[in-house]
């Protein structure tokens, strides 16, 4: 048997698919009776899928094109420079 | 002895605290074994046992490229007429490179030093450990490394080594001299590394910046990347070190204890309320995105740069640790503590008995 503090500790193996076989047995016998374990899975579940899906902190293209115009100048500046 | 251990160099705070550990073992010096295995245990260093690494590092589950690299120092502190170039070769088969090199010498040499004084003064371990390094801790712990430590082998991650790199190509036009080609590599991964900066300095427009910072050192120290790691993984390495060089500027000037007082065990959810299933129900997801920007960036820096490395970058767990020199398991912690966090802060949002609110 394992208790709410150890299905904490593997929660992120869990959420990440990446527990053997016997311990996400033991750790889903868990969570089959823990409502409160039931709660935290399920919400870092969905605060992961709201990371890698809701495309954050994307550089807008005039941004981007600004950023790359900005390094090369620099760099062609210091190659032209250097020789 | 700040210069030489202290600052992350090209080795990390860890494998320096390792040599000095094996050295001070080797030398019998109870001393500085047990203020630096203390030591160790306060910078919240993950990782085998210290006093395991002291007495015999070969038994620890380090990893080989480590073990190579105490085995050295041992030699040299053992026995330093022996060390001969073929020392240095089974370094640099082991990913390392003339400055970490030359640091774990500087290392050996100090822990000697500091061996030595111990015993003439005839010290023994009487102090409050706690007190050594409070004035010394830094607030990154051991995550920040120096450009150098590309080499560091990744072959233990499945898919993050060699063999693969899309952009090996194009790296080579560049290195032949072709600043067009670089032109492409900026193209193709500046998104990748604002987001990796913003996620660090959780500011956009300083960001933007240190993107350009980062790309420079890239375009310069490019000769020094032999496609061990992939290029990519060895960018959003050096866009770290960029970030976590700036942060430690600003925290220089801001206050040191606030940040270092942080407490590291202990974080437990309070929330425990359902969510709604989907919480795009409620919220548009352009609302959804910027909730979590808004939180993501509240986060402390440790634990938002792993969770944007790993979760919005969906860099490996491998490739995310070599990228911040963090060890896997200490990795995982930060990863699931930042979780946890945001979880917790996006809950009142989306908690199925909440009412809808405005970020």
Same mark, same amino acid.
Request: net charge negative; aromatic share 6%.
């Given at each position: ?83 | ?167 090996? @190509?194009?790296?080579?036009? /560049?290195?032949?001299?072709? $600043?067009? &080609? *670089?032109?492409? %590599?900026?193209?193709?991964?500046? +998104? ?13 427009? @300083?960001?933007?910046?240190? /993107?350009?910072?980062?790309? $420079?050192? &890239? *375009?310069?120290? %490019?000769?020094?990347?032999?496609? +061990? ?23 220089? $000037? ?106």
């Amino acid at each position: 048997m394992i208790g709410c503090d150890q299905f904490l500790a593997e929660l992120g193996n869990y959420v990440d698919g990446q527990v053997e076989a016997e311990i996400r047995r033991r750790l889903e016998v868990h969570l089959a009776q823990c409502r409160t374990c039931q709660v935290i899975y399920d919400s870092t579940r969905k605060t992961v899928t709201i990371l890698t899906e809701s495309g954050s902190f994307d550089l807008e293209e005039p941004a981007a094109e600004s950023i790359v115009a900005g390094i090369m100048e620099k760099i062609r500046a210091a190659d032209s420079g250097a020789g | 002895m700040d210069a030489i251990l202290i600052q992350e160099g090209a080795l990390t705070r860890q494998q320096k605290e390792y040599i000095f550990l094996v050295c001070s073992g080797a030398n019998l010096s109870t001393y500085c074994v047990t203020a630096h295995c203390e030591i160790v245990r306060m910078l919240g260093i993950q990782g085998p046992e210290p006093e395991q690494v002291a007495v015999n590092h070969a038994s620890t589950a380090l990893p080989e490229s480590d073990k190579a690299l105490l085995d050295f120092a041992l030699k040299l502190n053992n026995h330093p007429a022996q060390v001969a170039r073929q020392d240095m070769e089974a370094l640099r088969a082991q990913g390392f490179g003339d400055p970490q090199i030359l640091e774990a010498v500087l290392v050996v040499g100090l822990a000697k030093f500091a061996n030595f004084v111990a015993f003439g003064l005839g010290t023994a371990p009487d102090f409050d450990p706690s007190k050594v390094v409070l004035s010394q801790r830094s607030f990154l712990g051991q995550e920040a490394n120096l450009l150098a430590r590309e080499d560091r082998p990744t072959d233990s991650a499945p898919g993050s080594g060699t063999g693969e790199d899309a952009d090996a @190509e194009v790296v080579a036009r /560049v290195k032949a001299g072709d $600043l067009n &080609a *670089f032109e492409e %590599l900026v193209r193709r991964h500046s +998104r990748r590394i604002y987001r990796t900066l913003v996620g660090i300095l959780g500011e956009r427009e @300083e960001a933007k910046d240190a /993107v350009q910072d980062a790309f $420079l050192k &890239a *375009f310069q120290h %490019l000769g020094e990347f032999q496609g +061990r790691a992939k290029f990519s993984t060895w960018l959003v390495r050096i866009a770290s070190n960029t970030g976590i060089e700036r942060l430690r500027e600003r925290k220089r $000037l801001e206050s040191l204890e606030e940040i270092s007082l942080e407490p590291e065990a202990g974080f437990r959810p309070a929330q425990t309320q359902a969510w709604n299933d989907d919480p795009e129900r409620v919220y548009s997801r352009a609302e959804v995105r910027k909730l979590m920007e808004k939180e993501l960036m509240q986060l402390p820096a440790p634990y938002r740069t792993v969770v944007v490395l790993r979760d919005i970058e969906q860099l490996s767990t491998e490739d995310a640790a070599a990228a911040l020199g963090l060890g896997i398991p200490a990795l995982k912690s930060r990863l699931l503590r930042g979780r946890l966090m945001l979880r917790e802060a996006l809950s009142p949002y989306f908690a199925r008995s909440a009412k809808r609110r405005t970020a």
